[in-house]
């Protein structure tokens, strides 16, 4: 493994692993119409890029079979761990593990079939670095796909609280660990500049009330997050004080509903 830094602004931990694998799990249906539109075939070689514990990792392996590969791309030891342990414990030897941040790997050229990012190339602080390296190692004809937030649309309804206020201080947050909250509306400039085909873009909101596994995910992540926000200064302690206990009230309401960010699904083709 090629050693990095363990640098995740959202954390690394068990709780954070659980939270991962839970988001996974709600957001599973949408992931996966994603991936039938990329059309994967069995031998294919991909590269899951900030694989974290390797989630989507084990569904490309579903996909490419045994006489394909997969290689989760991943800066986090604690996670890639989980990645390798899991690989043994089912079987499977035709993956890769590699510890590093995309932007310091030792890469192949022109080699994988499909390269994927989910909700990565947001919180890169150089994203067009970060595209131009993983250009080099997608294979002529290849798809190169992002699944990544246009931070717009979160809302909770009925409206009227301190709530109201959440998604500027996420977008605050992703900004102040040098991303780009609206990373997924430059996907077509991006791919446009370096004559990638667009084959695919579209934006996914889900939605729910309390009892929904999207107002779950979301609950997982304020309870920790916005306390991390006020520590890093990025709000006041009674200003996230006051959006959480709005946050709580709405769970106690059987007629709140919660409308996720939107997340664009976008996919390119690259040229000879």
Not at 98 to 121: G, K, M
Not at 209 to 214: D, I, L, T
């Amino acid at each position: 493994m090629n050693k990095k830094s363990d640098q995740y602004i959202l954390g690394i931990s068990e709780y954070e692993l659980n939270r991962l694998e839970f988001q996974h799990s709600v957001w599973k249906e949408v992931t996966d119409t994603f991936l039938e539109k990329l059309q994967i075939q069995k031998g294919w070689k991909i590269l899951d890029v900030g694989s974290g514990p390797g989630f989507v990792s084990f569904e490309f392996l579903e996909k490419v079979g045994k006489t394909g590969e997969v290689t989760a791309l991943e800066p986090s030891e604690f996670y890639l761990n989980y990645f390798v342990n899991k690989c043994k414990e089912k079987g499977w030897n035709n993956t890769k593990a590699i510890q590093s941040a995309a932007e310091d790997a030792e890469l192949p050229e022109n080699y994988y079939d499909v390269i994927f990012a989910r909700w990565v190339i947001a919180f890169v602080p150089n994203p067009d670095l970060f595209m131009d390296k993983l250009l080099k190692s997608l294979a002529t004809g290849g798809i190169i796909a992002f699944m990544d937030y246009a931070y717009e649309g979160l809302s909770l309804y009925p409206r009227g609280g301190a709530f109201e206020n959440m998604a500027e201080t996420v977008r605050a947050y992703w900004k102040h660990g040098g991303g780009d909250p609206y990373i997924g509306a430059k996907f077509p400039k991006m791919f446009r500049e370096r004559n990638i085909e667009l084959v695919h873009y579209r934006p996914v909101v889900l939605a729910g009330g309390p009892a929904s596994g999207v107002l779950q995910w979301a609950d997982r992540f304020f309870n920790v997050h916005v306390q991390q926000m006020i520590d890093m200064e990025i709000i006041k302690q009674n200003t996230g004080d006051a959006m959480l206990n709005d946050w709580n009230e709405h769970k106690q309401n059987p007629d709140t509903v919660f409308f996720s960010p939107i997340l664009v699904n976008a996919a390119g083709r690259k040229s000879a």
